[in-house]
């Protein structure tokens, strides 16, 4: 009963969201427009109250202590970080009503764009999505992880559907359903295998089994496979080799500001989960039983474990950075850039220990941050009245709209890496944990491929600059509604400001994951060190 | 502070720049970069550590650390020796020539190439004064983002494949220098328990990590640094970046940005990795003669009158690598020298050339030639440069070359002079032809453009803005520049005075190690003589 209530206490940011998911939902069927032009802006307030809500709940440390989770102070981090994000993506589909278009859309003769239509249950399903992404930050055993990750991309399968109109949109639609579900059975799959290996859901319990199996003969097979059924199935959620097939045709049949959303947030709870999985096999004390049947005690994950996942990064890395090199399509361009990323962020789960986690939980952050720029000046700009597709389409934008030719080329030198850029920082940071975990091979394929890298987003950043204005980009000019573009500029400026605050940032994601069994030489690190000082203003808001 | 003031001043201009109109910019850019400049001299009268016996950074390392992630031991520090100091002289004392060089050159479009220039000699200067690990990379990388636009911008027919090239040829090998880099730091982390990244703390722990580390360390920091330089087969995208560049962008690239590589060799080859040095020295050296060679025989039979003084560059670097290499003072004093005499050289010879660009339209050698007659005051001011660039007694380029072939000539085991070395005659021998070949090609060269009959283009008519010689802004852009050679020329002796004490302190580890890789070597030749005789023997 005592559990309950305290669990119940540690989710109210996430039933603020349900609540509000409602709410817009039957807000978005009013008849009157001044009613639905505030559904966005009421799914906005319900995610500065679940902000407001999880610094309120984790302020009371013994909740979170009586939670029984292997990272208990995570959720404080993950939840801030998602929903500081989440308003910028939100803005990123913020429209204006058109009747007309409105009209079109009821008839079925055109497809559903969200900046045009404002439609409750888009901004519902949003709501939703993240609240299962913040959900993974609390779970405590497999049923909840799973049912958290569900709740995260349910909704975004949706989401993508609602563009329904045109044929690519419909193509996107069915592949990211089928291939969800794929992806949510085998990894469904690999937990039962879990279950089978340990014999208990929690994931402490199973931390323990673990270590007590890991001390003794060995983790047993099926326990390991269905570890690497779990990385492959989630591999879906974070776009990684072999589940990323998907990504390139559903980033760009979607809309634009639904692009934004889902490839930020079921990344973001499919690296929660992965790292949780990692955890409770841990990062250390394993061995492999050489021919003279002698334990030879190994570094990190367990061995096929850690040979899953090294060529998962490895493939992922190099299949991302080299498929982004052919693209003209800028969204598709995108979602190879995205699939890198996530190459980038194994390596940090693979370095493992705090020093890899924090690395991957902060290279989130830059990560988020850049994309919701780079996706609002995307979703800011229109062409006759439709997306802009390919990078010609941004020719000479420089000229006409200085500021979001600005904001793009400061979010692609940011994925780029290039100092002093937000995301220079946590690259190093991935770099750092890399070498210090004794992966230098898999840091240096890591430079290799990100080297790749410069030659698209040079284009993304400097095409827009170096060619002049042509007939082609003419009829580019910007959206119908102001905050796509805000929140681009809000974003892109972060991207400029946060490096002077990255400091705070690390110090956030150290202290998440900040837990007991990580690092015993400082299990003295009390709750009040544990807690960082300043929660709130460390990402702008729009 | 006065290094902050120094890095803001050209920012602050950018914004000046920025909101003074597109007729005002050059004007804007103009004084701000007289004022850094000004400020710059202020500074290099503060310093106190021209006279200085030991090798000392102003101002005090922690006395201007600023925190960035005190848990990963990154702070901003800023701080000069004697050797950066010079480089950011030289770098202020071009900028007001760059903007003077660009006046009417850059027609559209003009407050955006003022605002890269600031940045790109930002970003330069970062790179000089930098004294931590992180922020001398940030500097280095950010460089290439105005460069990037300057080239792809304001470039020649093939600017689009020089600004890529550009930038992913420096980009792909500075990564690797990171990750070097960040080796040597979480080494330092592993063995003392502090991260720290200043360049200070490094450059003390990294030459005890065991030679084979040292030796990777050497090649990643290589990857980066020899693209920049540029070493002999990572060269390609020199010529091409310098011939498309605009005038500014030229003098830029070629006078400052090249400088970045020596001097990151400097600062952290020499002292961090001494044994692997010792061992790769020749290596690279080789490397270094061939790009001497090479590129020389390349200028001779070049057309292109840009591209040829672009090639140059390469050859001329070559023998501040040797001088570097020949780990003692002389060579190092040299190497140094060198650096400054050929951003100065070679900056105003493309600045000539861009002079010569603007009036002709072309810099074919087949083209235009003879202009002695019609541009006596051109020509003079192109001949002192090209006479700087060769290398004749009483001009900068004399001293340089004759110190740094000195060095390579005197660097072999059992040195006179205290300092053995792993070089020795034959590399001067063959580094001395680039000499002779360097003469031959840049006189060619003058021949042609200045001397004999005229010849200009067919459609040739005279600019409407420009008269038919230099104008006094022309003359003011490029006399301080000849000014400045002729001075070196005569009187080297302030900066090699200035530069020695950080030469002999540098190289102080260099005599032991050189020693006993060459007694390593002789035991290895007896180990390998005894099991020939033995082998002989068993027979």
Redesign the interface.
């Known amino acids: 009963m005592i559990e309950m209530s305290s669990k119940l206490i540690l989710i109210t940011p996430e039933i603020l969201l349900f609540i509000g998911a409602v709410i817009v939902a039957v807000l978005g069927l009013s008849t009157h427009r001044r009613i639905r032009n505030a559904v966005p802006w009421t799914t906005v307030g319900f995610l500065v109250a679940a902000i407001v809500a999880t610094q309120v709940v984790y302020d009371g440390s013994k909740t979170v202590t009586d939670a029984d989770l292997l990272f208990p102070n995570l959720g404080l981090y993950l939840k801030v970080m998602v929903g500081v994000i989440a308003i910028g993506l939100v803005l990123l589909g913020i429209g204006m009503v058109d009747r007309r278009y409105e009209d079109a859309v009821r008839d079925g003769r055109t497809g559903f764009d969200p900046l045009r239509v404002v439609r409750g249950e888009y901004h519902a399903f949003l709501l939703l999505s993240i609240a299962g992404t913040m959900l993974v930050a609390n779970a405590n055993d497999l049923i909840w992880l799973f049912l958290a990750i569900e709740l995260s991309s349910l909704p975004t399968y949706v989401m993508v559907a609602l563009g329904r109109g045109t044929r690519r949109n419909k193509e996107a639609a069915i592949k990211y359903f089928f291939l969800g579900a794929m992806s949510s059975a085998t990894f469904l799959y690999g937990f039962a295998l879990l279950y089978g290996a340990t014999g208990t859901l929690s994931l402490t319990g199973m931390q323990a089994v673990f270590a007590t199996q890991a001390a003794g003969d060995g983790i047993p097979l099926f326990g390991l496979i269905g570890m690497v059924f779990a990385f492959v199935g989630l591999c879906f959620k974070i776009t990684a080799v072999p589940m990323h097939f998907y990504a390139p045709d559903v980033y760009q049949g979607a809309p634009t500001p639904v692009t934004g959303f889902i490839s930020f947030m079921p990344k973001v709870a499919g690296f929660t989960a992965i790292i949780m999985l990692c955890a409770a096999v841990g990062w250390s004390g394993h061995h492999i039983i050489d021919n003279a049947g002698v334990k030879v005690p190994t570094e990190g994950l367990p061995r096929p474990v850690h040979a899953t996942l090294w060529v998962i990064a490895v493939l992922t890395m190099i299949l991302g950075n080299i498929g982004a090199l052919l693209q003209t399509s800028i969204k598709r361009l995108l979602a190879y850039s995205s699939i890198s990323h996530s190459g980038y962020l194994l390596v940090g789960v693979i370095a493992g220990t705090a020093e890899g986690i924090d690395a991957v939980f902060f290279y989130l952050v830059t990560y988020g941050v850049a994309t919701v720029a780079v996706f609002g000046v995307l979703s800011g700009l229109q062409r006759h009245g439709r997306e802009v597709e390919t990078l010609d389409d941004l020719s000479g934008l420089w000229k006409r709209h200085p500021g979001m030719a600005f904001v793009l080329a400061l979010s692609a030198?940011s994925m780029?890496g290039?100092?002093?850029l937000l995301g220079?920082?946590g690259k190093?940071?991935i770099?750092?944990a890399g070498?210090?975990a004794g992966e230098?091979p898999l840091?240096?394929i890591m430079?290799?491929t990100?080297?790749v890298s410069?030659?698209y987003y040079?284009h993304l950043a400097?095409l827009p600059?170096?060619r002049k204005p042509d007939a082609r980009t003419e009829g580019v000019e910007v959206g119908p509604s102001p905050w796509p573009r805000i929140a681009g500029m809000v974003f892109g400026i972060g991207i400029l400001i946060l490096p002077f605050g990255?400091?705070k940032l690390?110090?956030q994601a150290?202290a998440s994951t900040a837990s007991s069994w990580l690092e015993p030489a400082e299990t003295t690190l009390n709750t009040e060190e544990a807690r960082p000082v300043d929660q709130t203003t460390e990402i702008p808001r729009a | 502070m006065q290094l902050w003031i120094l890095l803001l001043l050209p920012l602050v201009t950018c914004i000046g720049v920025g909101f003074g109109g597109e007729r005002n910019a050059r004007a804007i850019a103009l004084g701000g970069s007289l004022a850094t400049l000004a400020w710059a001299v202020v500074l290099a009268m503060q310093f106190p550590h021209w006279q200085a016996e030991q090798w000392l950074y102003w101002p005090a390392p922690e006395a201007n650390a600023f925190?960035?992630?005190?848990?990963?031991g990154v702070a901003l520090e800023l701080g000069v020796d004697s050797v950066s100091l010079l480089l950011v002289l030289l770098n202020v004392f071009l900028m007001p020539c760059c903007v003077l060089g660009s006046w009417v050159a850059i027609k559209e479009r003009r407050r955006e190439f003022y605002i890269w220039l600031l940045v790109l000699s930002t970003c330069v200067m970062g790179v000089f004064v930098a004294r931590d690990v992180?922020s001398f990379?940030?500097f280095f990388?950010?460089s290439?983002?105005p460069g990037?636009?300057m080239l792809?911008?304001y470039g020649g027919p093939d600017r689009?494949e020089a600004?890529?090239k550009f930038?992913?040829y420096t980009?792909?090998g500075s990564?690797?220098m990171?990750?070097g880099l960040?080796?040597v730091?979480?080494q330092h982390?592993q063995q003392t328990g502090d991260w720290s990244f200043a360049i200070s703390d490094l450059t003390t722990f990294a030459p005890t990590l065991s030679a084979g580390e040292q030796g990777w360390i050497l090649l990643a920091l290589l990857a980066g640094l020899a693209v920049k330089v540029p070493l002999f087969p990572l060269h390609t995208w020199l010529p091409l970046a310098h011939n498309q560049a605009p005038t500014a962008g030229s003098v830029n690239f070629a006078a400052v940005i090249l400088k970045l590589g020596l001097y990151g060799l400097y600062v952290f080859v020499l002292p961090m990795v001494p044994e692997a040095v010792v061992t790769w020295g020749p290596t690279i050296a080789i490397l270094a003669v061939i790009g001497i060679v090479y590129a020389a025989l390349i200028c001779w039979v070049q057309t292109d009158v840009k591209k040829l003084i672009a090639y140059s560059s390469v050859s001329h670097m070559g023998f501040a690598v040797l001088g570097l290499l020949a780990l003692n003072p002389l060579g190092l004093q040299g190497s140094v020298f060198y650096m400054l005499s050929h951003g100065f050289a070679t900056g105003g010879l493309f600045l000539c050339i861009g002079m010569m660009y603007e009036r002709y339209h072309t810099k074919d050698l087949r083209e235009v030639g003879g202009l002695a007659f019609k541009m006596p005051v051109w020509s003079f001011f192109f001949i002192v440069l090209v006479f700087a660039s060769v290398g004749l007694p009483g001009l900068n380029g004399f001293v340089s070359e004759f110190l740094c072939l000195i060095g390579t000539f005197t660097a072999v085991p059992g040195a006179q002079t205290g300092y053995p070395g792993v070089l020795g005659p034959w590399f001067a021998a063959v580094a001395a032809t680039g000499m002779i070949l360097g003469a031959m090609y840049l006189l060619y060269m003058t021949g042609k453009l200045c001397f004999g009959p005229l010849r200009e283009p067919a459609d040739h008519h005279e600019h409407e803005e420009l008269p038919k010689d230099l104008s006094l802004r022309e003359i003011a852009a490029v006399a301080p520049i000849a000014l400045v050679c002729l001075v070196f020329g005569i009187m080297p002796w302030p900066i090699l005075h200035a530069v020695e004490p950080v030469a002999e302190e540098v190289l102080k580890p260099y005599p032991a190690l050189v020693e006993r890789h060459f007694e390593k070597m002789d035991a290895a030749a007896k180990v390998s003589l005894l099991t020939d005789i033995t082998l002989e023997g068993s027979r």
Not at chain 2, 67 to 72: K, T
């Open positions: 030198f780029l290039l100092p002093p220079f920082w190093l940071d770099v750092i070498i210090s230098t840091v240096v430079m290799a990100s080297a410069a030659y040079l400097g600059v170096i990255a400091r690390m110090e150290e | 925190p960035v992630l005190p848990g990963l992180i990379y940030t990388e950010a290439l983002v990037f636009f792809a911008i689009r600004s890529f930038f992913i980009f792909v990564l690797f990171l990750l960040a080796y730091a979480w982390a």
